[in-house]
C-alpha cells in the first residue's frame, strides 16, 4: 500500500510539472463544447432561392411570396429560365430553384391539383433535405389556405373534413435545443480523452526514458505500479466530468434531471475501459507518438459509433452489433438519459452492466499484457 | 535541383519509411474513416421505433396502427391499453414517439364533424430528430386515416422535387470530398508539425543550422516529401471512393490535383507554423488537433452549412483554407464544374498558402 501511495504521489507531481499538456487535451474539448452548444442549430437557415414564375397570376405570387418571406430563405433574383436557373445554381449563388408552370393557376382548381418543381442543390444531401423539406411544408400549408378559403366560400370548415386532429407534444427538450442534446456527451468525450491519453503517456514515456525499467527492478510489482499510476487519472477523470457538468448545467442550462452520485458511479466503471485502452496503448507502443496516433484511430472509431453525432438506430444492423462493444456507446446514452429524462438505475443497469464487463475484459487484459511485456 | 534540398528529402524519406506503424497508420486512416462513413452515415431517417395506447382496441384503430408500422417513417415496437405514466414508457422501451389514441377513437372516426383525436408524445432529446417528428406526424396521420376511410386526399399543390449532381442523395457523394479535405489537412498539418518538433527535441535541428543549409532550404527540403505522402492519401481517397463506393469525378481530374496540391501546400505551411510555436512533439500533436482539424471538421461547411452558422463564426469559416478547398473540390467532383467558375476560391487558396511559408519562414529565422 505504501508503494501504490508513493507512486501516486510521484504521479501527481509530474502531472503539475507539465501542465501545457493536460491544457492542451482540454482545449479542444472546451471548444468544441461551445460550437455545439451554440453554433449547432439544425435549422438550415439563409438558403439561397431563385424563382422562376412562369405563371405570373396572383396565384402564384402569392405562393412565391409565402415563400420568399420566410426568414429562413434568402431570395437570389428571379430566373429567366430553365437554364438560367441551373446556371445559377452551378454558380452557387442559389441552393435551391422554384419553378412554377404556365398553366398553374388553372390546374390549382382541377382535381388533380397543381405541380410545381424544386431545383435542389444536393451537394450536402442533409442540409439540401432540410431546406427542401421547409419548402414542402410551406407549400402544403399554403394549399391547405386554399382549400380553407374554397371551403368557406361552401361554409364549410376545414375542421370538419379533416377526421383526425394531431396534437404533438415534445418532451424532455421542448425547446428542441441542440445543447441540450450535445453537451452533456461532451463530459463523455473529456473524461475519455483525459484517462487514456494521460495514462497511455505516463507510461510510454517512463518507457522511452528507462525509468519503468528501474521501477520493475524495485520491490514494486507491476500491478502495483499501474494502479499507482491511474489513481490520479481517475481523480482527474471526476474531476473533469464534475467540471462539465457544472458547465452544461450552470452555463449552457441544460436540466439534469438524474442522480449526481448515480452517473459519478457510472464515470467509474466506464473508466475502467478508458484506462485500460490507455494502458493496452502504451505497453504496445514504443514513444509517445504512437500512442497519441494509436488512440486518435481508436477515439475515432469509438465516437463513431456511439451515437454521439450519427444516429445508431440509422446504421446497418451488422454495425449496430459492432457497437455492442464499444464501451462509449453505454456511457454517452447513460448521461443523455440522466440529463434529459431523469432516468436511474432502475433504467440503467443494463448498460451499466455492459460497462462492466467490458471494462473487467480491457482492464485486465491491459494489466496481463503489461506484467508479460515488463517482466 | 539544389543537391542540399535532395539530399535533405532522402534523409525525410528514409524517417518516414523507417517508422512504418506511423506509416501504416497515416495510410489507413483515411481507408478506414472512409470505411466508417460509408457504413455508418445515413442521412435517411427510417424505422423510428415508436409505441401506441389504443384504450379501445377497434378495426379502425387495429388497421391504423397496422398503417403506421408499415410507414417507412415509422415502426411500431408494442402497444399497450394503457400508459400509465408515459415518462415511463420512454425511460424504459427507449421508443422516440407515443401515439395516444382517444378512447372514443372509432366512434369519433366514423361520426361526421367531431375529428378523432390523437396525441404524440415525441422525445425531443435529439434535437434534429424531434423537429422531423413534429413536423411529420400531422400530415401523415392525416393521410393515413384519409386512405383507410377510402377518402381521397385533398390535394391542390403537389411539389416535385429535382436534385441536382447527386440525383440518388448517396452519402459518398457527400463524405468523399469531406474526407479528402480533413485528412489531407490532418496529416499534412501534424506530419510537418512533428517532424520539426522532433528535431528540435534531439537537438539535430541546431546542427542542421549550423551546417551551411540555409533555413529556408531546411523547410522545403522537410515539407516535399510530405507533399507526397498527403497526394498518396489524396489519391488513395478518390481510388477507394471510386471502386468501393462508386463516387466519380465529373470535372477535370487535372484541375482535382492542382487544386489538393495547393491545399496541401496551405495545410504543410500551417504545419510549419505551428511547429516554430512549440517545443515538444506531443505538444504539436495536441495543438494541431483544435487548430486545424477541428476547424476544418466544424467550419468548412462539410457538416454544418455555411450560412446556418453564427455571423462570427463565419468570418472564422473564411478565414481558413478548407472552406475554400472544399469549394473547389465538390465544384469539380460534384458539379463538374471549371476554373472558370472556381478561379475565386483557388486564389484565395494559393494566397494562404504562401502567406502561410512566409510567416513560419520569418518566424523560423527570427527563432535562430
Avoid at chain 1, 148 to 164: C, E, F, S, T
Avoid at chain 2, 26 to 48: K, Q, S, W
Avoid at chain 2, 100 to 119: C, E, H, I, K, N
Avoid at chain 2, 215 to 235: S, V
Wanted: net charge positive.
Amino acid at each position: 500500500m505504501r508503494f501504490i501511495r508513493l507512486i501516486i504521489w510521484k504521479e501527481f507531481s509530474q502531472i503539475r510539472r507539465d501542465p501545457l499538456t493536460i491544457r492542451l487535451i482540454i482545449l479542444p474539448v472546451v471548444i468544441q463544447m461551445f460550437f455545439l452548444g451554440y453554433a449547432i442549430t439544425t435549422e438550415v437557415k439563409n438558403t439561397t432561392i431563385t424563382v422562376l414564375d412562369r405563371s405570373n397570376t396572383p396565384e402564384s405570387a402569392s405562393l412565391v411570396q409565402t415563400i420568399l418571406h420566410n426568414r429562413l430563405f434568402r431570395f437570389a433574383g428571379y430566373a429567366e429560365s430553365e437554364a438560367d436557373c441551373r446556371e445559377r445554381l452551378d454558380k452557387g449563388e442559389a441552393r435551391l430553384a422554384l419553378v412554377v408552370p404556365a398553366d398553374f393557376s388553372k390546374t390549382l382548381s382541377a382535381p388533380a391539383g397543381a405541380d410545381v418543381s424544386l431545383m435542389i442543390d444536393g451537394q450536402d444531401a442533409n442540409s439540401s433535405n432540410i431546406a427542401s423539406g421547409y419548402i414542402n411544408a410551406i407549400v402544403t400549408g399554403w394549399s391547405v389556405d386554399v382549400l380553407r378559403q374554397k371551403l368557406a366560400a361552401r361554409g364549410l370548415r376545414i375542421q370538419n373534413v379533416l377526421p383526425v386532429e394531431v396534437r404533438p407534444v415534445i418532451l424532455y427538450n421542448p425547446m428542441l435545443k441542440s445543447a441540450w442534446y450535445m453537451v452533456p456527451p461532451m463530459a463523455v468525450v473529456l473524461v475519455t480523452m483525459i484517462t487514456a491519453l494521460l495514462t497511455g503517456f505516463s507510461i510510454v514515456k517512463e518507457k522511452e526514458a528507462g525509468t519503468l525499467e528501474q521501477l520493475m527492478v524495485t520491490p514494486i510489482s507491476p500491478a502495483h505500479v499501474v494502479l499507482g499510476k491511474i489513481v490520479p487519472y481517475v481523480v482527474i477523470g471526476l474531476f473533469e466530468l464534475c467540471a462539465v457538468l457544472a458547465s452544461a448545467t450552470l452555463w449552457f442550462r441544460v436540466p439534469f434531471r438524474g442522480n449526481f452520485f448515480v452517473l459519478l458511479l457510472f464515470g467509474l466503471i466506464y473508466m475502467s475501459s478508458s484506462l485500460g485502452i490507455g494502458i493496452l496503448v502504451s505497453t504496445i507502443a514504443r514513444n509517445a507518438q504512437q500512442v497519441l496516433f494509436m488512440l486518435w484511430f481508436l477515439l475515432i472509431f469509438f465516437l463513431f459509433l456511439s451515437g454521439f453525432f450519427l444516429a445508431l438506430e440509422n446504421m446497418p444492423d451488422w454495425v449496430q452489433k459492432v457497437t455492442y462493444v464499444n464501451p462509449l456507446r453505454y456511457f454517452m446514452f447513460i448521461v443523455r438519459e440522466m440529463f434529459l429524462k431523469g432516468s436511474g438505475f432502475a433504467e440503467l443497469w443494463p448498460q451499466g452492466l455492459a460497462m462492466l464487463v467490458i471494462g473487467g475484459v480491457v482492464f485486465g487484459a491491459s494489466l496481463l499484457t503489461f506484467q508479460r511485456k515488463v517482466s | 535541383m539544389n543537391p542540399r534540398i535532395r539530399a535533405l528529402i532522402r534523409k525525410e524519406v528514409w524517417h518516414i519509411l523507417r517508422d512504418w506503424q506511423t506509416l501504416l497508420i497515416v495510410l489507413a486512416m483515411p481507408v478506414f474513416m472512409m470505411f466508417l462513413y460509408g457504413y455508418a452515415l445515413d442521412v435517411n431517417i427510417t424505422d423510428v421505433e415508436v409505441m401506441v395506447e389504443d384504450p379501445s382496441p377497434s378495426a379502425e384503430t387495429a388497421e391504423l396502427i397496422r398503417a403506421i408500422d408499415e410507414s417507412s417513417l415509422f415502426k411500431v415496437t408494442g402497444v399497450v391499453r394503457s400508459a400509465g405514466n408515459p415518462g415511463d414508457i420512454f425511460k424504459k422501451y427507449h421508443v422516440k414517439a407515443l401515439f395516444r389514441f382517444s378512447s372514443s377513437f372509432a366512434a369519433d372516426l366514423r361520426r361526421p364533424g367531431t375529428p378523432a383525436s390523437v396525441q404524440v408524445l415525441i422525445d425531443g432529446s435529439d434535437q434534429n430528430l424531434g423537429a422531423i417528428l413534429r413536423n411529420a406526424v400531422e400530415p401523415f396521420l392525416q393521410k393515413c386515416v384519409l386512405s383507410i376511410l377510402h377518402v381521397p386526399v385533398p390535394v391542390s399543390v403537389t411539389m416535385h422535387q429535382i436534385i441536382l449532381y447527386n440525383p440518388q442523395q448517396k452519402s459518398a457523394m457527400y463524405f468523399v470530398p469531406g474526407l479528402m479535405v480533413i485528412i489531407l489537412m490532418m496529416i499534412s498539418a501534424m506530419l510537418t508539425s512533428l517532424t520539426i518538433t522532433r528535431e528540435k527535441e534531439m537537438g539535430t535541428m541546431e546542427q542542421m543550422l549550423v551546417s551551411p543549409i540555409r533555413p529556408a532550404e531546411i523547410m522545403i527540403g522537410k515539407i516535399t516529401p510530405y507533399i507526397a505522402l498527403a497526394g498518396i492519401d489524396g489519391a488513395l481517397i478518390l481510388l477507394v471512393g471510386y471502386f468501393v463506393f462508386g463516387v466519380v469525378i465529373s470535372g477535370s481530374l487535372l484541375l482535382l490535383t492542382v487544386a489538393s496540391l495547393i491545399y496541401i501546400f496551405a495545410a504543410l505551411a500551417l504545419g510549419l507554423l505551428i511547429s516554430t510555436l512549440v517545443a515538444k512533439q506531443e505538444h504539436a500533436m495536441l495543438i494541431v488537433l483544435p487548430a486545424t482539424v477541428m476547424p476544418t471538421v466544424l467550419l468548412s461547411g462539410f457538416i454544418f452549412p455555411l450560412t446556418s452558422i453564427p455571423i462570427v463564426l463565419q468570418w472564422i469559416a473564411h478565414a481558413i483554407p478548407a472552406t475554400y478547398f472544399l469549394i473547389v473540390i465538390r465544384g469539380i467532383i460534384l458539379k463538374g464544374v471549371g476554373l472558370a467558375q472556381l478561379w475565386q476560391p483557388m486564389l484565395v487558396l494559393t494566397c494562404m498558402g504562401l502567406f502561410l511559408l512566409a510567416v513560419s519562414i520569418r518566424k523560423f529565422k527570427v527563432k535562430q
